[in-house]
């Protein structure tokens, strides 16, 4: 049942079908693709086959593992969470896709989530390699997505709206698919067909906060930087798929197996073992008082978690089976509440999973295994202990990203 609703998220969420469902009106003149992130090689694909009488060109470029053929569009697969050159390369050729645009052409920018690193032309003061230790260590920090697509994004060449600037005078349309809490267009990606709603102040803040080590000529620049592109006449962004859309479809499939549906928000953010900790008092008083809502239920939420990562380093594991760790941890083999969380993309931080289940002998089978439940969830190694006791959820990468879903199924 969990796997079902999980399920059923994500195919709420497919990028072709939202696609299809949003096209603009057809240029006059040519179509230029251009984009970045986990579901851009899909979206890709479909806006190609369905398009086939429109003069249509471009590039998009998507996680490794992530690419589709897309016809006339060219897909390239680069690093994530750590752009690389791959990255570098696919922000120069989607630059160069956008030059020398009429007003009767139409660009049409597929974003998704994952496209911060998927799409990188640095600022000039900015190496890659620089670039890639400032993301590393924000990676490792405990910022939230919002506070690192604010830092990538006065950083880079590209995001902050500067792309569709480049891309005038075309009219400029862009299709998202969320992953970020509050699905801020801003911040999806980047946000690099839509200007900042943030500064470059606001990015050394960041850097500042969380004692991230940058050059000086960077900072330097940051301090003299403009705020960010200014927004054509001709931009519009539509979102297509959401985080909010996935819950409701999992609640849907919740009722239809018999279960009371609560979504607690799609949105959820802080320290991944503290939510954990959280949603387990919620599930016992579903248990104990049928508050907030009567059991047989399945509590829903959404949202990005973040994992701060101490200086002994980390094993092997993503913000979903941290989550789901503290959960059984604190639960301590409570009967009757199971649980998975799992990124809608398919993959956990930098691992080969979406996620894991847990259920009320998890800790049980994982001393079995010779895991120490609460000394693996000290050292970030969930990953290990949640292969260990096979409780691993694989899906391979899933073509979508609307973060993470996390199901906790109270009996």
Known sequence: ALRRIFDAAIESAAAGPALLDNLPDKPEGRC???????????????????????????????????????????????GHPV??????????????????????????????GGGSACLALPIEPL???????????????????????????????????????????ARVVTLMISDVPGDNPASIASGPTVPSDSTPADAIAVIDRFGIDVPKPVRDHLLAADKSA???????SHMIASPAQALKAAASRARELGYAPLILGDSLEGESRELGRTMAGIARSVQTMGEPVR?????????ETTVTIGTGGAGRGGRNTEFLLALAVDLEGEPGIWALAGDSDGIDGTEDAAGAVITPDTLA???????????????????????????L???????????????????
Do not use: C
């Open 127 to 169: 190496s890659l390699a620089q670039k890639q230790d400032i993301t590393n260590q924000l990676l490792a920090s405990g910022a939230t997505i919002r506070e690192m697509n604010i830092v990538r994004t006065h950083l880079s060449r590209l995001k902050g709206g500067k792309l569709a600037a480049a891309a005038h005078p």
């Open 83 to 112: 752009p690389d050159a791959a990255s570098e390369e696919a922000g120069r050729k989607v630059l160069a896709a956008v030059s020398d645009l009429s007003s009767d052409d139409l660009v049409i920018a597929l974003i998704s």
């Open 230 to 236: 200014p927004a054509p006449d001709n931009n519009s």
């Open 365 to 391: 089978r994982a001393n079995e295994a010779g895991a120490d439940p609460r000394d693996t969830l000290e050292r970030h190694d969930s990953y290990s202990l949640f292969d260990a006791t096979g409780d």
């Open 393 to 411: 959820v694989v899906t391979g990468p899933t073509l979508t990203n609307v973060n993470d879903i996390r199901i906790v199924m109270v009996r």
């Open 32 to 78: 230029v693709v251009v984009g970045a992130g986990k579901a851009s090689a899909a979206m890709a694909a479909a806006l190609d086959t369905a398009w086939a009488d429109v003069d249509l060109s471009g590039v998009v470029s998507t996680r490794y593992g992530h690419a589709v053929p897309a016809g006339r569009i060219a897909i390239i697969e680069a």
């Open 295 to 303: 059991a047989p239920a399945v509590l829903l939420s959404g949202g």
